[in-house]
């Protein structure tokens, strides 16, 4: 049985001085045994956060948005993964933003991981398509690409010991109010688990969570968490709303409450 997770992604949003606060309202607001809840604030952001939720709810996790492909050294304004242990449990690598404005390779994200699990922290990999490329039929053609470079020299047992989740956010759909369709997102949650048996993973690869992200609501969230190949959502926008966070998990605690019943 895998694992329903609902991931907020806050990303460029909140400060130091309001972003506990919002972590506090939005822990109290979505109690929901069964789901993995995790909030990915900014850098800055950790450790009020990590303090909130300490205090409101030590099972609501905190993750990271990135982290650096090195260890150490001089990469000015950089986060390496040693300074997020014991600010942050996850990660999110690979997000089509940073693909986007920091000029992220598949290889390059592929090194991101690989810190990641050496630190110890839950890697949420994303993966995703452009319009144009879904409107030629090539969407899970460059998803299996993404999949390949980022994954190629990583040991399969070591990632899943690790946690690893694959977040599928097509681009088109991020941040534009327009969300995939339910069995589009659901097949291509079965293309990831497919192009991962060819990676190696055998047949842990129906064990890894897939989520799915791009504009994700209360309202749509449903259509999704319907798929039994999808596990759970990485939220962006509506992460930042305790209306919106409290129905997500909801939704998704009907989920889980199915999957432990039919287990
Ligand atoms: C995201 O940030 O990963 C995301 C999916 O954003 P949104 O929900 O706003 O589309």
């Not at 040991?155 to 977040?167: C, E, K, N, R, T």
Request: charged residues 20%.
């Amino acid at each position: 049985m895998r694992e329903v997770i609902i991931a907020a992604n806050w990303k460029m949003h909140t400060t130091p001085g309001d972003a506990g606060d919002l972590a506090r309202t939005i822990a109290g607001r979505i109690r929901e045994a069964g789901v993995t809840r995790v909030i990915c604030p900014p850098f800055v952001c950790l450790d009020a956060v990590r303090a909130a939720l300490a205090e409101a709810d030590p099972e609501v996790a905190v993750g990271a948005q990135n982290v650096h492909h090195e260890l150490a050294g001089a990469y000015t304004g950089e986060v390496a993964a040693p300074m997020l242990v014991g600010l942050a449990g996850w990660v999110i690598v690979g997000h089509s933003e940073r693909r986007r404005d920091a000029g992220e390779t598949d290889a390059l994200i592929g090194r991101k991981l690989g810190r990641a699990v050496e630190a110890g922290l839950r890697p949420i990999l994303c993966v995703g398509e452009q319009l144009a490329e879904r409107e030629t039929g090539r969407a899970e053609a460059v998803v299996d690409t993404q999949l390949a470079g980022a994954l190629t020299d990583h040991d399969p047992a070591a990632l899943q010991a690790a946690g690893f989740v694959i977040a599928y956010e097509p681009v088109w759909a991020i941040g534009t109010g327009r969300n995939a369709v339910g069995s589009d997102a659901a097949a291509m949650a079965e293309a990831i688990r497919a192009s991962l048996g060819r990676l190696g993973w055998g047949s842990a690869a129906v064990d890894v969570p897939v989520l799915y992200g791009g504009s994700v609501t209360s309202a749509n969230i449903g259509e999704f968490l319907a798929e039994p190949s999808i596990d759970g959502a990485l939220v962006g926008g509506a992460s930042l709303k305790p209306d919106e966070m409290a129905a997500i998990v909801a939704r998704a605690a009907l989920t889980a409450r199915a999957r432990a019943a039919a287990a």
